[in-house]
């Protein structure tokens, strides 16, 4: 005959499981996927950031020799190949002497923007040259792993 005591457990069993081991691996699974997530956020973060202020280093690099009326090495050194086709080095030392630039010039980049497409990388800079009393606009595009210039503008500012 079986008593009402016989159904309990003795102290000493474990108690029964309750799948909390299934549990734990999928919300670890699910945190470590966050990580992940978190972390190429940041890198990606990081890596644009870095693009972006790589560009902005050509962009001043070039603007410096312009300024400095060094026109032939800014040309051999940024143009990209399609451009010099467009614009004779001629047309572009003009171009920069009639701006008449000199020491006082300074630059400033205000925008600065890189993007990927098809595996292509392409930068658009924007800013404005102050001399004393008058500015230049400037707007220049670099496309490529090595990148050079594809598009120039550099125009007195109204």
């Avoid at 005959?1 to 670890?28: E, F, N, Y």
């Avoid at 098809?118 to 090595?146: P, Q």
Wanted: glycine share 12%; aromatic share 6%; proline share 6%.
């Amino acid at each position: 005959m079986s008593t009402p005591h016989d159904s309990l457990q003795p102290a000493s069993a474990p108690p029964p499981k309750k799948g909390g081991k299934r549990m734990w691996i999928v919300l670890g699974m699910a945190g470590g996927a966050a990580a992940l997530a978190a972390a190429g956020s940041v890198l990606a973060g990081a890596l644009a950031g870095g693009a972006a202020g790589k560009t902005k280093g050509l962009a001043d690099d070039f603007t410096k020799l312009v300024i400095a009326g060094s026109t032939d090495q800014a040309y051999d050194g940024f143009l990209d190949p399609a451009l010099r086709g467009k614009l004779s080095r001629e047309e572009f030392t003009a171009g920069v002497r009639s701006l008449k630039l000199d020491s006082s010039c300074m630059p400033a980049y205000n925008d600065v923007d890189v993007k990927t497409e098809n595996g292509t990388s392409t930068a658009d800079v924007a800013g404005l040259i102050t001399c004393g009393g008058k500015a230049v606009d400037l707007a220049y595009r670099f496309r490529g792993d090595e990148p050079k210039m594809t598009t120039i503008r550099l125009k007195p500012k109204e």
